[in-house]
């Protein structure tokens, strides 16, 4: 059922602070007002996106969804869609802003999801009625709602031209948060990310960063090693150990170098260990 909303609590108040907020809105699902009452993070991105980002972002949806942190996204192919299914796997609550009416979920692909969303109590929005398709400025626009409706923004990965960059843009305008991660300076899918960073983006190494952008200290709990993959547990186990330093981690975890690369990579941006410079770590 497509529900009109009255553009009253959270959810208007947020709208209205756009100098062209939409007049009426809709939604189906959960009202995103009940959701939004709780801290929100929206998680765009690079439609095409690389196995590190969508690594990356799974976990991050993950931590911040079993913390009852709510994710707001697109529903769009690559870090959108990612975000919202490991939301949803982790238990957790997430509001996809469409830029269609209600009547369709476009793409076709994510129509499953959708529902996934709606029986885990999510909500599907959108501003526009039942029968509107989406066109390009109704993109644009969805992405500005994006921005408005959700507490802080971050962006795991994205194109120089991804349309998760107008995200960033109206958060900025708005004095929200920004977060990206870091990505190499050879790939095509990090190059809006690196280029945030180098226009004042807050940098994304863990996802302790987001609870700190939203005023949530201390909010990352040690996670225990239950429905970790191997990889990792066996470098946290090393750490458990005593071992600090990355060659004797190498050692322990019987890993490959590159496998052990980004598995170490993984475990700080969630902030499962962090650095203390100098290649030695410690468990957070």
Known sequence: MI?????????????????????????????PSELLARPSV?????????????????RLAAELARAGVVI?????????????AATVEAGGQTIAVMAHGLHTIAPASHRGLAERILATGGSIVSEYEAGIEAQRFTFVARDRHIAALVDAVVIPEAAIKSGSLHTAGFAL?????????????????????????????????????????LGLKGAVKQQSFEGMNP??????????RGANQGVQLLEASRLKTQEFAQTLTMLEVTGRIRSLGGDQWSLS
Do not use: C, W
């Not at 529900?3 to 009202?31: C, I, M, S, W």
């Not at 996204?73 to 975000?83: K, Q």
């Open 72 to 84: 707001v996204s697109g529903l769009a192919l690559g870090i959108d869609a990612a975000a919202q």
């Open 42 to 58: 929206a998680i765009v991105g690079s439609r095409k996106m690389s196995p590190y980002g969508k690594a990356v972002t799974e």
């Open 3 to 31: 529900n009109k909303h009255k553009l009253d609590g959270v959810t208007g108040e947020r709208l209205r602070q756009l100098h062209d907020a939409p007049a009426q809105f809709f939604y189906r699902g959960v009202d």
């Open 173 to 213: 305008d708005l004095g929200k948060p920004v977060l990206a991660v870091p990505g190499s300076i050879y790939s095509e899918t990090s190059a809006g990310t690196n280029q945030l960073l180098k226009t004042g983006a807050t940098p994304l190494t863990r996802v302790q960063d987001i609870f700190d952008a």
């Open 231 to 240: 990889q990792e547990i066996a470098i946290l186990e090393a750490l458990q």
